[in-house]
């Protein structure tokens, strides 16, 4: 069952991320599912604070991923929005940002990757309320979920 | 001295000739615009496929234009970085191939650099263009949106930059969440015909008194504001899909369309505007540029003009020469040229570019 978790302002989003970051290990994946401003680049900008990387998380909408270095391992921010056929994913080398071996690989619209998913994931789902308010809901997939 | 260049660093297969880095003499530019609407977006896939088969007939339209033939050509140029590694790459072999089996010079050209050089370029019937150092130039863009000054053409600096999203990843969001079509800004700017610019207050997000931009959360206080005017969702929750689909809001008839794009504009034209006439302020500049695809933009041109003091050259380029298009690195290229800065037959591709001239004096 998901964990349901909801958050009521952009700094709440953020902190999130932060308290996330703390249980990733390299290989992991995360999967943001969620709309246009549902706050994934915010939640973001919490993770890369909690990896500790220095600078600025620059929007990967237009190169489709970016490399971040954070205090141990790397954050590969990768943003699938324009995308529309998933095999063209085989021209960036996606298969090496699903379970990167020194860091933790963070996708933005999953959805447009049809097959092309890790092994195992986490997946947080963000729904906009209205307003301030959002629920999120996160669970993890694959073969160590049970 | 006379150079072909080849841009494909992105969604366009673009090849021009430019005589001594400044008088364009062809610029040809297949444009995949009509193909990517129909996707809402760049598609880069779709780009390097497409690229392959339309580089030859570009390179021959451009040397056809320019009523000449490869051998007439002093070198070849090509961009090389920043940009999407498949795309780039069918740029840089077809340039490598040209310049092994004729035996001309070979030189590789940051995407950036170029685009703010396009402010030199002219046709030979046209006035060269008079830009006195130091230079600021504002580089705005889909993917860009960068403050750099140029202290000569051989010396570039990087002062500024976005922290999330780029100026016209603004538009382009924007846009989709008022419902309107891509690219966003010519979108927003037909959308906010007659409206008031004034009637919203969207952040205007300076970040102190650094050089750097954040547009995220103007993305997202536009959606603060059409949440106003949303309807109530009764449709049944979609269960069962991991991903479940993202379903257009339903806004009332009565959205303030007309006053909502105008005012979303206005916060990213007068971020961009002040920001940019701040640093020629701090840099002793002489002139202030604008380059990218979002330099056509006729409000921040407008706001621009008004606040640049007399003393000041504002320029930009012709619309052909402010979105992608290989006049600008045939041009660049000269400069380099001049230097005897040329690539060999292992120059590579690079996703990222620092500005090869920063800080070098």
């Keep these: 069952m998901p964990t349901e978790l909801p958050i009521d302002s952009a700094a709440a989003m953020r902190q999130f991320g932060v308290e996330f970051a703390a249980r990733l290990r390299p290989g992991d994946s995360v999967l943001l599912h969620g709309d246009l401003g549902a706050g994934k680049t915010t939640f973001t900008q919490g993770v890369a604070e909690g990896l500790g990387v220095q600078g600025a998380v620059q929007s990967p909408t237009f190169t489709l991923v970016r490399e971040h270095e954070g205090r141990e391992m790397r954050l590969y921010h990768l943003d699938l929005y324009r995308l529309d056929d998933p095999d063209e994913l085989e021209n960036i080398g996606y298969e090496t940002y699903l379970d990167p071996p020194d860091g933790v690989s963070l996708i933005e619209w999953p959805e447009r990757a049809g097959d092309w998913l890790p092994g195992a994931f986490w997946l947080i789902r963000i729904e906009h309320l209205g307003g301030d308010r959002r629920m999120l809901e996160i669970q993890r997939y694959g073969e160590d979920s049970a | 001295m006379r150079i072909l260049g080849i841009e494909t660093s992105c969604d366009e297969t673009a090849a021009a000739v430019v005589e001594d880095g400044e008088v364009v003499l062809s610029n040809v530019i297949s444009s995949q615009i009509?193909?990517?609407?129909?996707?809402?977006?760049?598609?880069?896939?779709?780009?390097?496929?497409?690229?392959?088969?339309?580089?030859?007939?570009?390179?021959?339209?451009?040397?056809?234009?320019?009523?000449?033939?490869?051998?007439?050509?002093?070198?070849?140029?090509?961009?090389?970085?920043?940009?999407?590694?498949?795309?780039?790459?069918?740029?840089?072999?077809?340039?490598?191939?040209?310049?092994?089996?004729?035996?001309?010079?070979?030189?590789?050209?940051?995407?950036?650099?170029?685009?703010?050089?396009?402010?030199?370029?002219?046709?030979?019937?046209?006035?060269?263009?008079?830009?006195?150092?130091?230079?600021?130039?504002?580089?705005?863009?889909?993917?860009?949106?960068?403050?750099?000054?140029?202290?000569?053409?051989?010396?570039?600096?990087?002062?500024?930059?976005?922290?999330?999203?780029?100026?016209?990843?603004?538009?382009?969001?924007?846009?989709?969440?008022?419902?309107?079509?891509?690219?966003?800004?010519?979108?927003?700017?037909?959308?906010?015909?007659?409206?008031?610019?004034?009637?919203?207050?969207?952040?205007?997000?300076?970040?102190?008194?650094?050089?750097?931009?954040?547009?995220?959360?103007?993305?997202?206080?536009?959606?603060?504001?059409?949440?106003?005017?949303?309807?109530?969702?009764?449709?049944?929750?979609?269960?069962?899909?991991?991903?479940?689909?993202?379903?257009?809001?339903?806004?009332?008839?009565?959205?303030?369309?007309?006053?909502?794009?105008?005012?979303?504009?206005?916060?990213?034209?007068?971020?961009?505007?002040?920001?940019?006439?701040?640093?020629?302020?701090?840099?002793?500049?002489?002139?202030?540029?604008?380059?990218?695809?979002?330099?056509?933009?006729?409000?921040?041109?407008?706001r621009i003009s008004d606040i640049a003091p007399e003393d000041i050259t504002v320029h930009w380029p012709p619309f052909e020469y402010c979105t992608d298009n290989a006049a600008m690195i045939a041009g660049r290229a000269w400069h380099l040229a001049r230097r005897g800065e040329f690539g060999d037959l292992t120059t590579d591709a690079f996703p990222k570019g620092a500005i090869a001239h920063a800080n070098n004096t």
């Design chain 2, 34 to 302: 009509a193909l990517h609407r129909v996707h809402g977006g760049v598609v880069p896939e779709l780009a390097a496929r497409g690229q392959i088969t339309a580089i030859l007939p570009v390179v021959e339209a451009a040397l056809a234009e320019a009523a000449c033939e490869i051998n007439d050509i002093d070198a070849i140029a090509v961009t090389n970085r920043p940009g999407l590694v498949g795309s780039l790459l069918v740029g840089v072999n077809a340039a490598k191939a040209f310049a092994w089996s004729t035996g001309k010079p070979f030189i590789s050209v940051n995407h950036l650099e170029g685009h703010v050089h396009a402010n030199w370029l002219h046709r030979a019937n046209e006035p060269a263009p008079d830009l006195p150092f130091p230079v600021v130039c504002l580089l705005v863009s889909g993917g860009h949106t960068e403050l750099l000054l140029m202290t000569s053409h051989h010396d570039y600096a990087l002062l500024g930059q976005t922290i999330d999203d780029a100026a016209g990843e603004a538009f382009d969001k924007g846009s989709r969440l008022l419902g309107l079509g891509y690219p966003g800004g010519p979108a927003i700017q037909r959308a906010s015909e007659g409206g008031d610019p004034a009637a919203f207050a969207f952040p205007r997000s300076q970040l102190g008194d650094s050089f750097d931009f954040s547009f995220s959360g103007l993305k997202t206080s536009l959606l603060r504001q059409v949440d106003h005017y949303r309807l109530p969702d009764d449709r049944p929750k979609q269960t069962g899909a991991i991903f479940p689909e993202h379903r257009p809001p339903i806004y009332r008839d009565d959205l303030p369309l007309a006053d909502l794009a105008a005012s979303y504009e206005a916060a990213i034209v007068e971020v961009l505007a002040s920001k940019a006439m701040r640093t020629v302020e701090a840099t002793g500049a002489r002139s202030l540029l604008l380059a990218g695809g979002v330099a056509a933009n006729r409000k921040l041109r407008e």
